[in-house]
């Protein structure tokens, strides 16, 4: 990757975090509480390889390629495609959320 701003403790949180959410589905059979919004009969799917999430411009010759935290399939079958970040809730966090909008738009 010739642009990576994602520091090596942040894929350690990552990593804990999908695990935990793991966890606790496994044991309630239902998302966690911070996961409220996607519905309590929402369950998870497996999440497809980085491969699935790509595009390529042949204009630019970029490739876009990333992977969400989780995939969930809710109660009236639609999906819900979640990106769970680290931060503290600040307004300088919240300037970032047009950025997250736009990756959860390629993700979809």
């Known amino acids: 990757m010739p642009y990576?701003?994602?520091p090596g403790i942040f894929s350690s949180i990552d990593s804990y975090s999908k695990r935990v959410t793991s966890l606790w589905y496994d044991k309630h059979k239902s998302p966690p509480e911070w996961l409220h919004m996607i519905g309590a009969s929402a369950r998870p799917l497996t999440v497809p390889h980085?491969?699935?999430f790509q595009i390529f411009d042949p204009s630019t010759n970029i490739r876009l390629t990333?992977?969400?935290d989780s995939v969930w399939q809710l109660a009236n079958k639609s999906l819900a495609i979640v990106d769970e970040k680290t931060a503290k809730v600040t307004a300088a966090q919240d300037d970032l959320a047009a950025l997250?909008?736009?990756?959860l738009n390629c993700y979809a």
């Open 4 to 6: 990576q701003f994602f």
């Open 100 to 103: 997250y909008t736009v990756q």
């Open 50 to 52: 980085w491969t699935k």
């Open 66 to 68: 990333s992977v969400p």
